[in-house]
């Protein structure tokens, strides 16, 4: 089954409310989309110059306010019904997650592997620091409910990342633990 370009729709919805450059997008990948999203720069610029060849955004190029030439993509009436459809569309299929610690963990055959406790111990640490990444992304972002009203979308997102981030924590812990009878 062909996968699906959900980059297109991405960038669509991002330049739905105002013009952005490819940087502007980029930050927006590095601070809010990454959280549950990744894409490479190149790719970026590869699918916004796909998007205005079908259609789809526009571009406008000149000298915005400094001396710094750039390029504004914007959304087109084409653009916008492609991104309504999609929004409003329903995928039966679960992603499939792609998660390279898990399938380490898969090839660990014996309880007593000696790499069993620095592989949790380092997914632990790193699983912690991605959860207090999510618990400040949300303090900076909703403290008011007028926030959280005005980004519903987002919010339930970030709060849905944050519950993913402690339950893998605590099951890091238990695994830990369980280790602890197997020493020597």
């Known amino acids: 089954?062909?996968?699906?370009?959900?980059?297109?729709?991405?960038?669509?919805?991002?330049i739905t409310e105002k013009p952005k450059t490819g940087y502007d997008l980029k930050k927006e990948f590095d601070t809010e989309i990454g959280e549950f999203w990744s894409v490479k720069h190149s790719q970026i610029y590869l699918e916004l110059k796909r998007l205005e060849k079908e259609g789809e955004i526009t571009s406008d190029t000149g000298f915005f306010g400094n001396k710094v030439e750039k390029t504004y993509y914007a959304i087109t009436a084409l653009g916008k019904k492609h991104l309504d459809e999609w929004k409003y569309s329903y995928d039966t299929a679960l992603a499939v997650n792609k998660d390279e610690f898990v399938l380490k963990l898969y090839f660990i055959k014996d309880r007593h592997d000696d790499r069993l406790p620095s592989l949790l111990k380092e997914q632990l640490d790193m699983r912690q620091e991605k959860l207090?990444?999510?618990?400040?992304?949300?303090?900076?972002?909703?403290?008011?409910?007028?926030?959280?009203?005005?980004q519903y979308g987002h919010y339930l997102i970030l709060d849905h990342a944050i519950r993913r981030e402690s339950e893998y924590v605590t099951w890091l812990k238990e695994a830990i633990d369980s280790l602890k009878g197997n020493e020597k």
Request: aromatic content about 6%.
């Open 132 to 150: 207090s990444h999510l618990e400040g992304r949300r303090t900076l972002l909703f403290s008011t409910p007028q926030d959280i009203e005005k």
């Open 1 to 14: 089954m062909a996968q699906k370009n959900l980059l297109k729709y991405i960038l669509l919805g991002l």
